[in-house]
Each structure stands twice: as structure tokens, then as C-alpha cells.
Nanobody
Framework: QVQLVESGGGLVQPGGSLRLSCAVS????????MSWYRQAPGKEREFVAR????????NYADSMKGRFTISRDNAKNTVYLQMNSLKPDETAVYYC?????????????WGQGTQVTVSS
């Protein structure tokens, strides 16, 4: 059974930091690229960051560059998102995503999300 379980969300003041975690099971974690997305109320889900299967490549949405860091621990089947200098408009549900091609089929899994609220 595939599971992606996010944790680490919560309430943080503007300018503060949070570290999100996503623990996965049910598939070969080290074969999947991992991503974080977020969805604010009334808005579409948007890309935040991605890390390759071996952790050597990363990319970020422009507005997150320099403030957010994605990382992974393949021994722990966990991906992380360190978020610094958070802004109120970054209040959203943050989702973990796993994706990989197996042959010609693209496997794509989502977690349930963790709420991040940036407010004073």
C-alpha cells in the first residue's frame, strides 16, 4: 500500500521557518523523484520544489529560490522541505508528490497534505 505522510506544518510568524517532512512507504523511494506542491485557499495547486531520485539535482519555483531547500534521505524514505523567511501569502496546504516512469507508465502519488499558516 502506497503511503505518503506529510508532517511538520503549523502556525508560524512572518519571517519564520518550518521544516516539512514526507515519509513514504509502499514503493521504491530511491527510484522516484520527489516534489513539493502547495495549494492556497481559492487557488490552484502550484509547484514548489523537486529533487531527483538520487538527490543530486534540485529545482525550485522562482519565488522560493534562496529561501526553501528540498532534500531527501533515501535510507529513511523521507523527503524534506526547509522553508525560511515565510510570508503570509505562503499560507497553504503543502503536498508531497512522488513520480517515476516504469517502462512507459508514469506512476504518480500524492500525500494528504499538511497545513502551513503564516500569520502574526
Amino acid at each position: 500500500q502506497v503511503q505518503l505522510v506529510e508532517s511538520g506544518g503549523g502556525l508560524v510568524q512572518p519571517g519564520g521557518s518550518l521544516r516539512l517532512s514526507c515519509a513514504v512507504s509502499g514503493f521504491t523511494f530511491s527510484s522516484y523523484r520527489m516534489s513539493w506542491y502547495r495549494q492556497a485557499p481559492g487557488k490552484e495547486r502550484e509547484f514548489v520544489a523537486r529533487i531527483g531520485s538520487d538527490g543530486t539535482s534540485t529545482n525550485y519555483a522562482d519565488s522560493m529560490k534562496g529561501r526553501f531547500t528540498i532534500s531527501r534521505d533515501n535510507a529513511k524514505n523521507t523527503v524534506y522541505l526547509q522553508m525560511n523567511s515565510l510570508k503570509p501569502d505562503e499560507t497553504a496546504v503543502y503536498y508531497c508528490n512522488a513520480g517515476s516512469y516504469v517502462g512507459t507508465y508514469y506512476y504518480n502519488y500524492w500525500g494528504q497534505g499538511t497545513q502551513v499558516t503564516v500569520s502574526s
